[in-house]
C-alpha cells in the first residue's frame, strides 16, 4: 500500500533532524545546515541559531525562508526511494511563553543540543509553513498548502 503525501511528509519531518536552510543576504541566496523539528501539527519548523551569526541577521532581515528535508544515504536506491521535501515559509523569532512553549518541543528532540539551547546567544525560530513540495522518485512532486 502506497502511503499519502500528508503521511510521507510526516515520516519525513519525524525522521529527520537536519534540513538544509536557504535564506537571502542582500538579495543573494544563502544556505545552512539546521536542527529542526516540525510541531505536531506540522504547520510550524523550529529551529535555533546564536545570535551573532549571518543567518539570524538573515532571518532579521528577511523572514521569507525555504528548507529543504530529504532522505538521502548517498546509495544508488536514493535515486528510487529518495524523497525531498520543500518548506516555503516566515521565520519569526519567538519570545515569551511562545518561546518556552516551542522550546520544550525542541528540547525533546535534540536533547544533545542542550549546552547550545542554555547559551546566552541562543534564539529559537519558528518557521509558519505555507506550502511544502513534496519530491519522489526525482520526478513526481507533489504540493501541500498548509492552512493559515
Same mark, same amino acid.
Given at each position: 500500500?502506497?502511503?499519502?503525501?500528508?503521511?510521507?511528509?510526516?515520516?519525513?519531518?519525524?525522521?529527520?533532524?537536519?534540513?538544509? &536552510?536557504? /535564506?537571502?543576504?542582500?538579495? @543573494?541566496? !544563502? %544556505? +545552512? #545546515?539546521? *536542527?529542526?523539528?516540525?510541531?505536531?501539527? $506540522?504547520?510550524?519548523?523550529? &529551529?535555533? /541559531?546564536?545570535?551573532?551569526? @549571518?543567518? !539570524? %541577521? +538573515? #532571518?532579521? *532581515?528577511?523572514?521569507?525562508?525555504?528548507? $529543504?528535508?530529504?532522505?538521502?544515504?548517498?546509495?544508488?536506491?536514493?535515486?528510487?526511494?529518495?524523497?525531498? #521535501?520543500? *518548506?516555503?515559509?516566515?521565520?519569526?523569532? $519567538?519570545?515569551?511563553?511562545?518561546?518556552?512553549?516551542?522550546?520544550?518541543?525542541?528540547?525533546?528532540?535534540?536533547?544533545?543540543?542542550?549546552?547550545?539551547?542554555?547559551?546566552?546567544?541562543?534564539?529559537?525560530?519558528?518557521?509558519?509553513?505555507?506550502?511544502?513540495?513534496?519530491?519522489?522518485?526525482?520526478?513526481?512532486?507533489?504540493?501541500?498548502?498548509?492552512?493559515?
Amino acid at each position: 500500500m502506497k502511503s499519502s503525501p500528508q503521511a510521507l511528509v510526516r515520516q519525513l519531518l519525524e525522521n529527520q533532524s537536519l534540513a538544509v &536552510l536557504g /535564506t537571502q543576504e542582500k538579495g @543573494r541566496p !544563502y %544556505a +545552512n #545546515l539546521v *536542527a529542526f523539528v516540525a510541531t505536531p501539527d $506540522l504547520k510550524s519548523i523550529l &529551529l535555533a /541559531t546564536a545570535r551573532y551569526t @549571518r543567518k !539570524y %541577521a +538573515n #532571518l532579521k *532581515a528577511n523572514p521569507h525562508v525555504s528548507l $529543504l528535508i530529504d532522505n538521502r544515504e548517498n546509495l544508488e536506491k536514493d535515486f528510487h526511494k529518495g524523497m525531498a #521535501l520543500t *518548506a516555503l515559509g516566515q521565520a519569526q523569532e $519567538l519570545q515569551g511563553s511562545e518561546r518556552e512553549k516551542n522550546l520544550r518541543i525542541y528540547r525533546k528532540h535534540h536533547p544533545y543540543l542542550e549546552e547550545f539551547i542554555n547559551a546566552p546567544s541562543f534564539s529559537l525560530f519558528k518557521v509558519t509553513v505555507q506550502t511544502y513540495y513534496l519530491v519522489t522518485e526525482f520526478q513526481n512532486v507533489t504540493v501541500l498548502e498548509m492552512d493559515p
